[in-house]
């Protein structure tokens, strides 16, 4: 698993990778912001430095859930490096012909760009932003694997302006140094919120590479954006407005 | 336009009072790696091949720390990183914790190349070093008397050793260990080739005394080690805040989104983005321009021009002869 999270008063920011009995990834990044002297640490000595300061362990076996052994039982007989599979795409249920018919792996179509992490950003009424993500990865990734979701510029980012937290396939999101890229077009460009957005799914994520990202501004704008089929994803701001969507 | 190469072999606070004995051998690796590089950019090797040439050179001098002579963690091992880019596509592979890999900027490439995936870290980036049959060495390899000694006296001094950028208590320049020359940071390369491809290496021991798993900003995309079709940059210093401003892709940023020049652009993030005495950088863009600002006291730096510019020096305004 790997986490990280950014305060962005400050741009102070803490990330951790190959953490395997920590139960709650996210805060040991925070920790290695607020009690390291370094912002990232990776497998044994991220560890080590779990147990040092008594964060919650749990075994391994407590992560492992029935369905994804299955998974990785199909990845692995595919031979593939397969991103999660919850998202079926709209209308998948009730139509039975599609031009390529998608894999099948537990009675789910397998949509290789819907992958799943997890994050959050917020701002407070004062405009103070911050972000987190957390992820497990990619299914039958190679051990050592490092994807976009430690990497602060890449799955994460916050600043005076934004915070930025993204999802997909992290090869692309890396390249495109997505979450960067959403407060440097604000910055450099004067773009808003929503166009920044716009702009880095449409122009950032070249080759191909799927994603989506939700990002908070100072002003106290959400937006979110995404080229995949879907994105969990939920949000509220103080005027009261709500939203909660899988899909467009 | 024209081709353009730079390299650096770590910013930090290099005292000018470092003796001729330690200043000379270093002074002479700088040239060496950068005439390996002209001659190669030269023979046309693609600017991919370049900086990979480059950075392995200044990974096998023990005078730099990356690969042989790379700085020890706390438990006085060694875990290198390190990192490459090609501008055209953006490619980028990146290793950290490697630990038996002679040349671990090669291994990033394999890693792009070999790989669906950019980066590998710990035993996975291990084991798919043996899987790829690449050189590896025993750890002893890396390990040099002197970085034995910096470790010790890190220790002692109970902290991280941060390119010097902290002052030591009860250790003035001339008793500090070694002359206090080394502990820098990291190693890198740009280069563009007459047509404007860019790319970018960096490798680096890491932190004196850091903690086992710490990984910097080398092999961060975006951090240490960036290029596309405008720029290749590769930074060193102080790596928590090179992580923090994004350094590399702040720079290409700068560059597209406010239409600053390379020079103009690293010279804004030297002075507005990045504490004082932490950062260094080099960088190309795809005009053949070349930069190399920094506001540490010094850094190990080279580069050549198409046409016929040649700056080797470690500090400020002052070539060497």
């Known amino acids: ?248 | 336009m024209g081709w353009a190469i730079a390299l650096h072999g770590g910013a930090g606070d290099i005292p000018r009072s470092m003796p001729p004995e330690r200043r000379e051998p270093r002074e002479a690796a700088l040239r060496h790696c950068l005439q390996i590089g002209v001659d190669a950019i030269k023979a046309g090797r693609s600017p991919l091949d370049v900086v990979e040439l480059v950075v392995r050179e200044l990974e096998d001098n023990p005078n730099f720390n990356a690969g042989k002579g790379s700085v020890l963690t706390s438990n006085g091992t060694v875990e290198m990183e390190a990192c490459i880019m090609d501008g055209n596509t953006k490619n980028c592979g990146a290793v950290s914790g490697v630990t038996t890999v002679k040349n671990a900027i090669s291994l990033a490439r394999l890693v792009m190349e070999k790989t669906p995936h950019i980066y590998l870290g710990f035993a996975g980036a291990e084991a798919f070093a043996r899987e790829q049959g690449i050189e590896t060495v025993d750890s002893s390899y890396f390990i040099t008397p002197e970085n034995i000694e910096r470790l010790k006296q890190a220790k002692e001094a109970n902290r991280v050793q941060i390119d010097f950028t902290q002052p030591i208590p009860n250790v003035d320049d001339e008793a500090s260990l070694l002359k206090g020359d080394s502990q820098i940071g990291t190693v890198g390369c740009v280069a563009v080739d007459s047509k404007g491809n860019l790319a970018t290496a960096t490798s680096t021991g890491g932190l004196v005394n850091k903690m086992a798993g710490r990984i910097g900003d080398t092999p961060i995309i975006g951090a240490g080690t960036y290029a596309n079709s405008v720029c290749a940059v590769s930074a060193t210093g102080k790596g928590e805040a090179i992580i923090r401003a994004t350094v590399g892709r702040e720079l290409a940023a700068l560059m597209e989104y406010k239409g600053l020049s390379l020079s103009e652009a690293a010279t804004h993030i030297i002075d507005e983005c990045t504490p004082k005495r932490t950062t260094g950088l080099i960088a190309v863009s795809a005009k053949g321009e070349v930069t190399m600002p920094f506001n540490t006291v010094g850094m190990f730096r080279a580069c050549a021009t198409e046409d016929g510019y040649t700056e080797v020096g470690i500090w400020p305004n002052e070539p060497c002869d």
């Open chain 1, 1 to 248: 698993m790997e986490a990280s999270i950014m305060d962005g008063s400050g741009r102070r920011c803490g990330a951790v990778s190959g953490v395997t009995t920590v139960k709650n990834p996210i805060s040991l990044a925070r920790l290695v912001m607020e009690k390291s002297p370094h912002s990232y640490l990776a497998f044994s000595g991220a560890e080590e430095f779990a147990k040092h300061h008594g964060v919650e362990m749990v075994d391994n076996d407590y992560f492992i859930t029935e369905d994804n052994v299955g998974m990785l039982k199909l990845a692995k007989e595919a031979d593939s490096i397969l991103f999660d599979y919850r998202i079926p795409t709209i209308g998948e249920s009730c139509s039975s012909v599609v031009d390529t018919p998608p894999l099948q792996m537990n009675g789910l179509p397998i949509s290789v760009y819907a992958p799943e992490t997890v994050g959050c950003v917020v701002v407070d009424s004062q405009g103070q932003c911050a972000a987190a993500t957390s992820t497990g990865g990619l299914m039958n990734k190679k051990v050592g694997r490092i994807g976009d979701s430690p990497l602060i510029g890449a799955g994460t980012y916050a600043c005076d302006l934004c915070g930025v937290s993204c999802t997909g396939e992290g090869e692309a999101i890396i390249r495109g140094t997505l979450a960067r890229d959403v407060a440097a077009l604000m910055e450099y460009k004067g773009l808003g919120l929503q166009e920044a957005v716009e702009y880095v799914i449409e122009k950032r994520l070249d080759g191909g590479g799927k994603a989506g990202l939700i990002a908070v501004s100072s002003k106290g704008e959400v937006s979110y954006g995404f080229n995949s089929v879907g994105m969990f994803r939920g949000c509220a701001t103080e005027d009261g407005f709500m939203e909660v969507g899988i899909w467009e």
